[in-house]
């Protein structure tokens, strides 16, 4: 028989404070496989920690998303938000089950052509643009998502000279009851500068007017917020239909929909509270069919979904490296990640499972990861079994954002694997090492030498 581990005892003042109304969360099972495969055989052979992609939960979640809005509308696109995980062989899935692209820097609209995605299934937003950029995604055809008028006024210049009519969009921005405002990005619908960039885009006829287009935030939980944005864009549509003969193709409703993850200081788990896709599809197709256009000229719906496609089937594995106890009694374990490669758990109360059976003792901790900063907390507070060096831990709903805001401070990246549908694990990002980080650097000559 093993032996038991000791701990010695502590005295701890009773904490009500986590406690609500539905009582204290008691789901601790330990998450000793995904999809199959075992965390411990994993960790194994690509190391700790290691970020976890499943292609199965991808696909599951895209079709069941996909579904929600093509029962209810007939013209429905999705154009995969590649910030929100770009890593190539998570684009390609969702390339393979139909998705265009949509970039937000030059970078990232090149690296959607290197994954063959044909230019005109291109939507490329952002602020920045550059002239090389702007006239490449011309050339291939690509819809362009236009910031502001500077952009504006310089697209119509590129496409004269580039003797195109390029396919543009405005982006929107607008109150739809969800404060703050996201009123940096696009031109404005309340004060008309909106209805404005319309009028010089058709005036101009050097561009094509192809659709309109609102990013309105991100992890929204509020149905009605979509419906007022299809409200206002579809105002604008049928205002360029009637008033200037200009008929829109797309709405773009951009991305925002939320993932079933927890937000930090949130009462009650993400999962329970969010609402479904279905209820975010029906308000949005709602108000796209009581726009007044006839079945024959409605348009199509663009959608950028970025964490709701992707977080459920990205996990943390990673291994606990120490504990001790705080001056305040309280318990802290140190793993082996943090927030250089979980920026997530600055927004995201992340659920963690051991990965291993434990006794069924529990307690309150904070949870810290190993960087030599401060501000490396992956939870401020949760309730877990005890959990000694060595064990091995499970971060659910991390797919979105963590492998693109990533930092490579103090700690290198690590691997990423991918596991496809027959439960096959493949390396889709190598960890990264000193040769790597160095590869950029220059020497100047007079600092070659040191003598110490
Ligand atoms: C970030 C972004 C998205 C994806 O947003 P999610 O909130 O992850 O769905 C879509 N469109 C644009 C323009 C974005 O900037």
């Known amino acids: ?163 195109t009519k390029s396919r543009v969009a405005i982006r929107v921005n607008m109150d739809t009851g969800i404060y703050p405002m996201w009123d940096r990005f696009g031109f404005n619908y309340e004060n008309g500068q909106a209805w404005n960039a319309i009028n010089k885009i058709v005036a101009s006829g050097k561009l094509q007017l192809t659709g309109l287009h609102c990013h309105i935030g991100t992890f929204m939980l509020s149905t009605e917020a979509y419906r007022i944005a299809v409200q206002k864009l579809g105002d604008l549509a049928w205002n360029a239909k009637t008033q200037l003969n200009t008929a829109i193709q797309y709405l773009d409703l951009g991305g925002g929909l939320p993932s079933s993850n927890t937000l930090r200081g949130a009462y009650l788990p993400g999962a329970d509270t969010i609402p479904s896709v279905d209820e975010f599809a029906e308000a949005i197709t709602d108000a796209l069919y009581k726009i007044g256009f006839n079945a024959n000229e409605l348009p199509l719906l663009i959608l950028e979904s970025g964490r709701a496609l992707i977080d459920d089937a990205g996990y943390l594995l990673g291994t606990v490296l120490a504990n001790k106890r705080l001056s305040d009694g309280r318990r802290a374990t140190i793993l082996d990640f943090g927030v250089n490669i979980l920026f997530t758990s600055f927004w995201y109360e992340h659920k963690i499972s051991p990965a291993q059976d434990f006794t069924h003792h529990t307690e309150d901790m904070v949870l810290y990861g190993p960087l030599c900063m401060n501000i490396d907390v992956v939870r401020q507070s949760v309730n877990l079994p005890l959990l000694n060096r060595g064990d091995q831990v499970v971060v659910h709903k991390v797919g979105a954002y963590n492998m693109t805001q990533w930092m490579q401070f103090i700690q290198m990246r690590p691997n990423v694997i991918l596991i496809d549908e027959k439960g096959e694990t493949h390396l889709i990002r190598e960890s990264e090492d000193l040769a790597y980080i160095e590869l950029k650097e220059k020497m100047p000559a007079h600092l070659q030498q040191i003598n110490l």
């Open 1 to 163: 028989m093993q032996k038991l581990r000791y701990e010695s005892p502590v005295i701890q003042k009773m904490n009500a404070g986590l406690m609500n109304k539905y009582g204290t969360r008691t789901e601790y099972e330990p998450v000793k496989q995904i999809d199959g495969v075992s965390v411990r055989s994993m960790i194994e052979q690509y190391g700790s920690p290691l970020f976890v992609i499943s292609e199965r939960t991808i696909r599951r979640t895209y079709q069941h998303t996909v579904r929600a809005f093509k029962t209810r509308y007939p013209k429905v696109q999705f154009a995969w938000s590649y910030k929100t995980n770009y890593i190539n062989a998570v684009c390609k899935v969702f390339h393979q089950e139909g998705s265009w692209a949509e970039v937000v820097s030059g970078f990232e609209y090149k690296k959607a052509l290197g994954n063959n995605v044909p230019g005109n299934k291109i939507i490329f937003n952002g602020p920045e643009k550059t002239t090389e950029e702007l006239t490449l995604a011309i050339q291939n055809d690509s819809l362009i998502h236009i910031d502001h008028f500077e952009e504006l006024y310089q697209l119509i210049e590129l496409s004269e000279k580039l003797n």
